[in-house]
T-cell receptor, first 115, second 111 residues
């Protein structure tokens, strides 16, 4: 079975631009969560979506937004990019209740570089 | 606030040595605690978890006990193998469904 997939794998943007990152969960998984991992740091939780509704939100500015589609795939949008947004963006999916206590299965990430 | 502090690495051990990676937390309420692992070239994956005080999580020979009195969740393994070389992250989940990770500890096991 395919794991969590993310696209693109790498992305280079300039300050002020916006970016859309995409995630496809494992088949049958209804929950998707997003994380930002700056080099040398642990992941930071951004959002969780379950059945197209936001179920959790980390401490990120309003420039970050996300949505989940009827097929449970998800997009993360970041507006007005800053240099500090350069990071690996991870997506994870899980099967059930929409709570992060469920086992999260992580994708390989999208490496975003902001110049 | 909520936060996780784990021992800084890198940690280098010989094969069959005993491993401890310390993790302490600060949280309001009653969090759940996790250890995640990232093997070289692979994605992050859950290693073990504990959802209430005195629970012990275990997997692949690793163990961690949720100690509310010391606000700790130290990771231990009795005999490490080369294949255990990875980066280990301690994490805390709040009642508000917000997940906080530590900065990670890189473990290298040498034959």
């Amino acid at each position: 079975d395919a794991g969590v997939t993310q696209s693109p794998t790498h992305l280079i943007k300039t300050r002020g631009q916006h970016v859309t990152l995409r995630c496809s969960p494992i088949s049958g998984h209804k929950s998707v969560s997003w994380y930002q991992q700056v080099l040398g740091q642990g992941p930071q939780f951004i959002f969780q979506y379950y059945e197209k509704e936001e179920r959790g939100r980390g401490n990120f500015p309003d420039r970050f937004s996300a949505r989940q589609f009827p097929n449970y795939s998800s997009e993360l949008n970041v507006n007005a990019l800053l240099l500090g947004d350069s990071a690996l963006y991870l997506c994870a999916s899980s099967t059930s209740s929409g709570h992060l206590v469920d086992t999260q299965y992580f994708g390989p990430g999208t490496r975003l570089t902001v110049l | 606030g909520n936060s996780v502090t784990q021992m800084e690495g890198p940690v280098t051990l010989s094969e069959e040595a005993f491993l401890t990676i310390n993790c302490t937390y600060t949280a309001t309420g009653y969090p759940s605690l996790f250890w995640y692992v990232q093997y070289p070239g692979e994605g992050l994956q859950l290693l073990l978890k504990a959802t209430k005080a005195d629970d012990k999580g275990s997997n692949k020979g690793f163990e961690a006990t949720y100690r509310k009195e010391t606000t700790s969740f130290h990771l231990e393994k009795g005999s490490v193998q080369v294949s255990d070389s990875a980066v280990y992250f301690c994490a805390l989940l709040t009642g508000a469904n917000n997940l906080f990770f530590g900065t990670g500890t890189r473990l290298t096991v040498i034959p």
